[in-house]
C-alpha cells in the first residue's frame, strides 16, 4: 500500500512542498517519501560541517544557509536519521486519510485546534528567551484555525468537539514541557511552524482540491500565511535566529529528541483518523487533471478566437 502511495505521489509536480512537516523534520532531504524543503544538502562535506553556539543576539557574519550549521543542522541531521521509510509513509498515509473526507479532515483541524491553542499559551506565558526570540506573531495559528472551525461546525462549534485521545497526549507534553523545562518548546516549534511553512501552501491545495473546498481559501485557513510577504526569506531569517540561541550541547541534543517525539505525535494524530487515503487520492488526482485541462481548453479557445 505504501509503495503505491509513493507512487502516486510522486506523479504530482511540486510534490517536494506537499509535506511540509515530514520535510523539515527530514532536515530539508527528500526520502523515499519526502519532505518539506527547497533547499538540499548533498555534500557530504556540508552535512559534517561544525557545530556553532552562539548568543541570541551575538553579531556575527551568518552563513549563506543557516541550515548548514549550529541548531538548524542538528535538528535535520537528528530528526532525519531517527525516522525510519515506515514513519514517513505513516505520516503520508495518515495525511491522505485526513483528505478522504470532510468529516476527517475536520478532525484534523479540530485536533490542530487543540495542540496550538496549547502551544501558543505556552508561549505567551513562557520567560524563557530561545522561545520568544522564536516566536513570530506571522507564525501563530490558533485565529487561523478558528476560521476553519468556523467553516466545518458553524458558530456554536466550541459547544461540539473534543481532544481524540492522541491529541490529549500531544497536549499534556506540551503543557509538561512549558512547566518543567520550557526551553523544549523550541522543538515544538520548530516541528510544526517550519512544517506549516514549508508546505502550506501546497498542503491546503491539496486539501481544497481533494474536498472540493471554495476557492476563497475557506476551510483551509491554517495553511495560509498572509502577513508573511517572502516564506523564503522568513525562513532563511527564522533559522539564523535559531542558530544563535543561547543554549548548551545537553540542552541542544535534548531539543532534537524532544522534535523526535513531536513527530511521534504527529503522526498519532494522523493515524488515528478514519478514511481511505486511496479515495483521497484518486480524488486529488482526478480534480488536479480537471483543472490542468480545464486550463488547456480556456487557452485553446483563446487562440482560436485569434486566428
Not at 523515499?32 to 552535512?47: G, H
Not at 479540530?110 to 516566536?135: C, G, P, R, W
Not at 495559528?141 to 500531544?170: C, H, N
Request: glycine share 6%; net charge positive; proline share 3%.
Amino acid at each position: 500500500m505504501n509503495r503505491f502511495i509513493v507512487a502516486a505521489l510522486a506523479s504530482l509536480a511540486t510534490l517536494q512542498y506537499s509535506f511540509a512537516f515530514v520535510i523539515n523534520s527530514n532536515g530539508g532531504r527528500l526520502n523515499v517519501v519526502s519532505k518539506q524543503q527547497n533547499v538540499f544538502v548533498t555534500s557530504k562535506q556540508q552535512r559534517n560541517a561544525p557545530l556553532r553556539s552562539a548568543q541570541v543576539y551575538e553579531d556575527e557574519a551568518p552563513a549563506a544557509n543557516p541550515r548548514l550549521s549550529g541548531l538548524a543542522l542538528m535538528l535535520g541531521d537528528g530528526t532525519r536519521k531517527s525516522h525510519s521509510i515506515a514513519q514517513n509513509s505513516a505520516f503520508v498515509t495518515g495525511f491522505f486519510k485526513g483528505l478522504s473526507t470532510r468529516d476527517s479532515y475536520r478532525t484534523l483541524v479540530t485536533n490542530l485546534y487543540y495542540v496550538y491553542t496549547e502551544m501558543e499559551k505556552a508561549f505567551d506565558v513562557t520567560s524563557t528567551e530561545s522561545v520568544k526570540a522564536l516566536d513570530d506573531k506571522e507564525l501563530r495559528r490558533v485565529d487561523q484555525l478558528k476560521k476553519d472551525m468556523d467553516y466545518f461546525y458553524g458558530s456554536t462549534w466550541p459547544t461540539m468537539i473534543e481532544p481524540s485521545p492522541v491529541t490529549k497526549a500531544y497536549v499534556a507534553r506540551v503543557k509538561e514541557v512549558a512547566e518543567k523545562e520550557p526551553y523544549l518548546l523550541v522543538a515544538h516549534q520548530y516541528t510544526r511552524y517550519l512544517g506549516d511553512l514549508f508546505g502550506g501552501q501546497m498542503m491546503g491545495g491539496m486539501a481544497r482540491r481533494s474536498l472540493g473546498l471554495p476557492k476563497d481559501g475557506s476551510g483551509i485557513a491554517f495553511y495560509t500565511f498572509d502577513d508573511i510577504s517572502s516564506l523564503k526569506d522568513f525562513r532563511t531569517d527564522w533559522y539564523h535566529r535559531l542558530n544563535k540561541l543561547d543554549l548548551t550541547d545537553s540542552q541542544k541534543k535534548a531539543i532534537v529528541d524532544e522534535a523526535n517525539l513531536v513527530f511521534d505525535l504527529n503522526i498519532g494524530i494522523l493515524t488515528e483518523l478514519e478514511g481511505n487515503p486511496f479515495r483521497a487520492m484518486l480524488s486529488l488526482v482526478v480534480n488536479t487533471i480537471k483543472v490542468k485541462l480545464g486550463s488547456i481548453q480556456a487557452k485553446t479557445k483563446t487562440f482560436l478566437r485569434r486566428i
